[in-house]
């Protein structure tokens, strides 16, 4: 019988809401993101999300147990939405930011929640630090937002993991798309198992890259506009 891992299942389950909330939503709560398509200049926004290699790691080692996998990260994201002007890019890394704790309170589930938030320095024109620290009886979470306005871009990545030390990886994954990733135009190739490329695709840090720390793509999705 194949065992189930609920630790895992749940927040994967989680992890990743906030960009589909914030594409799909018909009427979001006071307070809350916006849909994506309601923001003014919205070009284009994507969507790609790393997770850990579970087919992977059960086939290597048949006896690993749930906890094994809820060490270090579990699970990373990012976003990026394209704007016709700077302007509209800084409103919608406002909008976003000032929506992330009505989004957090649903997101933490069960357990106590503490959310603290941080600028971040040298990073794009501005950027910010959300991180989500839910606790029960059994198990401590670390779900860290990272949110940049660079240009005609807003990014936000986050991050997943089992400790605070680690979790900082959605700060890493943001600079790269702000200094290393590449814009490669309007053509791009949809694969929605986590291996789109060209157009915003170009961004988003290969597969061998060392910051992933061995995470897999999982899926991809076009947020904007609707396919």
Not at 32 to 45: L, R, Y
Not at 132 to 147: G, K, P
Not at 191 to 199: F, K, L, P, R, Y
């Amino acid at each position: 019988m194949k065992r189930i891992y609920p630790p895992l299942v749940c927040l994967l389950g989680i992890a990743f809401a906030l960009p589909i909330l914030a594409a799909s939503a018909q009427t979001p709560p006071a307070g809350a993101i916006p849909n994506i398509s309601e923001f003014e200049g919205i070009e284009a926004a994507i969507s790609r999300t790393w997770s850990l290699d579970v087919e992977g790691m059960i086939a290597a080692t048949p006896d690993i147990e749930p906890a094994d996998f809820d060490q270090g990260v579990t699970a990373l994201s990012a976003m990026v939405l394209r704007f016709d002007t700077a302007e509209q890019a800084r409103a919608g890394y406002d909008a976003f930011l000032a929506g992330m704790d009505v989004e957090l309170v649903d997101l933490a589930q069960a357990g106590t929640p503490t959310v603290t938030d941080e600028p971040v320095d040298d990073l794009g024109d501005t950027a910010s630090a959300i991180t989500l620290n839910t606790s029960t009886e059994d198990q401590e979470t670390f779900f860290r937002f990272v949110l940049v306005h660079h240009g005609e871009y807003f990014f936000l990545t986050s991050a997943l993991a089992a400790t605070s030390d680690v979790v900082v990886v959605a700060d890493e994954l943001a600079a790269y798309l702000v200094n290393d990733g590449e814009d490669q135009g309007d053509e791009a190739n949809f694969v929605a198992e986590g291996t789109s490329s060209g157009g915003l695709w170009g961004l988003m840090p290969t597969e061998d890259n060392e910051l992933l720390g061995g995470l897999i793509p999982i899926f991809d999705e076009t947020l904007f506009p609707a396919p």
